[in-house]
């Protein structure tokens, strides 16, 4: 099985943002656009959603409770697919070794075939069902006293789950397992800039979903005020998808690469990890396909406590434990 693995390392694809050969093979660019580069707006994700909501615990124990079909076809070119405990470990180490060095080195790591076809269908599956039974309501910026409509900021559609709900079987799957590779990386010896963190808690998964009709999210930081997030992970489950008939791009500003811009398609079976705060800005492009994907914010222990400490002396109101 490890043999197997190496064979097929090759097609859990990681991408620097420097690396030029990734326009042509991963459909990851990188550009320069000076014109965008002053276009900063810090309306991210609801800040007071997040500070007010209770950390989910992180699971770094090996979960396998996938029913999906395999077939021969499949020719398992996936990360993880029916992978025996021992050799799936050692996929999430790989993993959480490209993590820590591309974040190291540029702040950002993607991660094609990151569960592989089959999960990543059964994924793509409940998140249809959740939208097809009208679960999600329009996504929160950081301040409801925003002078601009909201729509014009973002105009995607979200639901927020833990993974326990009896409709999220695989998605309480997904989130292990990119659990596990974040749990590995921040305590890996040698993790750098991982290593300045202590991650023990986390955001519930919100699954997004960009609804075409030019559905956009417009230059943002996740986390601008030190709510506690310290690293972002989106997970994407679009089958087919084109930038150029279909749009929708991640378009990251890196900070410190001056004009320089990581343009991500959002791939099926793809994950992006990237720092939360002001040194990644980043936008979603007009969408003109319907979009899926589903983000994990990942906690600092000591900026999340104090930014709730901070939240309970200024409002007064009261935070789930």
Request: charged content about 30%.
């Amino acid at each position: 099985q490890s043999k197997d693995w190496e064979k097929h390392k090759p097609n859990c694809t990681r991408i620097a943002i420097n690396k030029s050969e990734k326009q042509s093979k991963s459909n990851v660019s990188e550009e320069s656009d000076a014109r965008l580069s002053n276009a900063f707006i810090t309306e991210g994700s609801s800040e007071e959603e997040i500070i007010k909501s209770s950390a989910q615990v992180l699971s770094g124990e090996f979960k396998s409770n996938w029913k999906v079909p395999m077939s021969e076809n499949d020719n398992r070119n996936m990360c993880v697919d029916n992978l025996p405990q021992q050799d799936e470990e050692e996929v999430v180490d790989l993993v959480s070794k490209d993590v820590v060095r591309d974040m190291n080195a540029y702040g950002v790591c993607v991660v094609d075939n990151f569960l592989g076809k089959a999960k990543c269908s059964a994924v793509l599956n409940e998140v249809k069902q959740m939208h097809s039974a009208g679960m999600f309501r329009d996504g929160q910026l950081v301040s409801s006293k925003v002078n601009r409509d909201r729509r014009t900021i973002r105009s995607d559609k979200i639901a927020w789950v833990d993974g326990r709900e009896e409709y999220c079987n695989h998605i309480s799957c997904l989130i292990n397992q990119v659990d596990r590779v974040i749990t590995k990386a921040n305590h890996m010896s040698g993790n750098g800039k991982m290593g300045s963190y202590a991650i023990n808690g986390r955001t519930k998964a919100m699954v997004a979903c960009y609804p075409g009709h030019d559905a956009h999210y417009v230059k943002h930081v996740d986390n601008p005020n030190e709510d506690g997030r310290c690293i972002t992970a989106i997970y994407y489950l679009n089958e087919n998808w084109n930038a150029n008939e279909d749009g929708g791009l991640l378009r990251i500003y890196p900070q410190g690469r001056n004009d320089k811009v990581a343009n991500i398609e959002p791939q099926f079976d793809r994950i992006i990890f990237f720092w939360s705060d002001r040194r990644n800005p980043h936008e979603v492009l007009p969408a003109k396909r319907t979009r899926y994907a589903i983000t994990i914010w990942y906690f600092d222990d000591v900026e999340r406590e104090k930014a709730r400490e901070r939240y309970l002396r200024t409002s007064g109101a009261g935070l789930n434990s």
